[in-house]
């Protein structure tokens, strides 16, 4: 099956500061990725959805300042977090779709703030 | 909320038995997956049915889907404690985008 990798798995930030994560799908062309977040015991709320080429589409609540999203190229998405508050802590999960087919998932990225 | 409710929200089943677990949701889809999703892990796709299927087998798992209730549910025959673990429906409606369920936190004890 088709691969997505998010890198990196786990970072830790000071307050204050962005974090990049990127997630690049490996062998497949993704026009559409998916940028998820998860809290601790909870269940996956999805943030956006990010369309190469141009901007991307904000689920209601979702700072579009807060949380910059970049679909450079047709492999891969960028989420920055910028200025990072320990409330931003989560784990943060991107998916690529292909086509109509099924979506596939990057394996996530524990993002700590402290 | 568009996210789709799954119940139980926690199972502690033994090693050898059967896991059920339910999702509902609430608009019409074009097809409905289940999630793996270990403590701490991303997600493991296990299985895809599209909304003209009502039934689907993978190895241990058999999935069902009813429209007309709109709700899934996933079978887990003859556990193991690996399969201990978080397991999420997701709907596409559509609009090439995935609504997670709430979840089931499922435990088999050995």
């Known amino acids: 099956g088709a691969v997505v990798s998010q890198h990196p798995s786990r970072v830790i930030c000071k307050s204050g500061t962005s974090v990049k994560i990127e997630c690049r799908s490996l062998?497949?062309?993704?026009?559409?990725m998916f940028w998820y977040r998860q809290f601790p015991k909870q269940s996956l709320m999805l943030m956006a959805t990010?369309?190469?080429?141009?901007?991307?589409?904000?689920e209601q609540g979702v700072e579009k300042d807060k949380f910059l999203i970049n679909h450079a190229s047709l492999t891969l998405s960028t989420l920055t977090v910028t200025s990072a508050h320990p409330e931003d802590s989560s784990f943060y999960i991107c998916?690529?779709?292909?086509?109509?087919?099924?979506?596939?998932f990057g394996q996530g990225t524990r993002l700590t703030v402290v | 909320s568009q996210q789709g409710e799954e119940d139980p929200q926690a199972l502690s089943i033994q090693e050898g038995e059967n896991a059920t677990m339910n999702c509902s949701y609430k608009?019409?889809?074009?097809?409905l997956q289940w999630y793996r999703q270990n403590s701490g892990r991303g997600l493991v796709h296990l299985i895809l049915?599209?909304?003209?299927?009502r039934e689907k087998h993978s190895g241990r798992l058999r999935v069902t889907l009813d429209t007309s209730k709109k709700s899934s549910s996933l079978l887990i025959t003859a556990s193991r404690a690996a399969d201990t673990a978080s397991y999420f429906c997701a709907t596409e409606a559509g609009t090439y985008k995935y609504i997670f369920g709430t979840g089931t936190r499922l435990k088999v004890l050995a």
């Open positions: 998916s690529a779709r292909v086509g109509g087919a099924e979506a596939f």
């Open positions: 062998d497949f062309q993704a026009t559409t």
């Open positions: 608009t019409s889809i074009n097809n």
């Open positions: 990010s369309n190469e080429g141009s901007k991307a589409t904000y």
């Open positions: 049915i599209r909304s003209n299927e």
